[in-house]
T-cell receptor, first 112, second 113 residues
Framework: GENVEQHPSTLSVQEGDSAVIKCTYSDSASNYFPWYKQELGKGPQLIIDIRSNVGEKKDQRIAVTLNKTAKHFSLHITETQPEDSAVYFCAAKIEYGNKLVFGAGTILRVKS | NAGVTQTPKFQVLKTGQSMTLQCAQDMNHEYMSWYRQDPGMGLRLIHYSVGAGITDQGEVPNGYNVSRSTTEDFPLRLLSAAPSQTSVYFC????????????FGPGTRLTVT
């Protein structure tokens, strides 16, 4: 089955700096890669996703890149703000399949 | 829309007790799932359902039962709680076949002593 590894487990950045979180996956059949943000005491919320037919996707300060050959994908947050502090999860699955597999999560702290 | 709701928010059980975690959604989503979240392990899929009357096992199904009698509700049952089931449980729903975004509930924090 699919296995997703996520690094780093914790990340501290200064406000205004960029943050990068990296994930690798094992199943070459996976073609849907979402990223979730979880704030304290809440459920995860989708912030961006990418499908295997594109290499990069941007949404304001957030971008995701995908390298299918190497089986890894990354989340990039630019101009970080204190409200970006949260736990971020990557995930992977076969689109239209039923099982979403998550990475272990990254605790992002943005210091002001 | 209320989205995905879960009750209770917190629960303490003794080893061997049983309980049901409730989950409901009002988005008419066919796909619903249960995850448990443990430190350093992300979210792991327990059971899922692709529609009323249909359920299947996820990655960590042992010790849990589910049923799906309606589109809206997807309860998770612990028949005989064990300390290893101490965790935060999340219910999620999405369009058919898990397509696109999964919407998560606020979670239930369960402690088994």
């Amino acid at each position: 089955g699919e296995n997703v590894e996520q690094h780093p487990s914790t990340l501290s950045v200064q406000e205004g700096d960029s943050a990068v979180i990296k994930c690798t996956y094992s199943d070459s059949a996976s073609n849907y890669f979402p990223w979730y943000k979880q704030e304290l005491g809440k459920g995860p919320q989708l912030i961006i996703d990418i499908r295997s037919n594109v290499g990069e996707k941007k949404d304001q300060r957030i971008a995701v890149t995908l390298n299918k050959t190497a089986k890894h994908f990354s989340l990039h947050i630019t101009e970080t703000q204190p409200e970006d502090s949260a736990v971020y999860f990557c995930a992977a699955k076969i689109e239209y399949g039923n099982k979403l597999v998550f990475g272990a999560g990254t605790i992002l702290r943005v210091k002001s | 829309n209320a989205g995905v709701t879960q009750t209770p928010k917190f629960q303490v059980l003794k080893t061997g007790q049983s309980m049901t975690l409730q989950c409901a959604q009002d988005m008419n989503h066919e796909y619903m799932s249960w995850y448990r979240q443990d430190p350093g392990m992300g979210l792991r899929l327990i059971h899922y359902s692709v529609g009323a009357g249909i359920t299947d096992q996820g990655e960590v199904p042992n010790g849990y039962n589910v049923s799906r009698s309606t589109t809206e509700d997807f309860p998770l049952r612990l028949l005989s709680a064990a300390p290893s089931q101490t965790s935060v449980y999340f219910c999620a729903s999405s369009r058919p076949r898990g397509e696109g975004e999964q919407y998560f509930g606020p979670g239930t924090r369960l402690t088994v002593t």
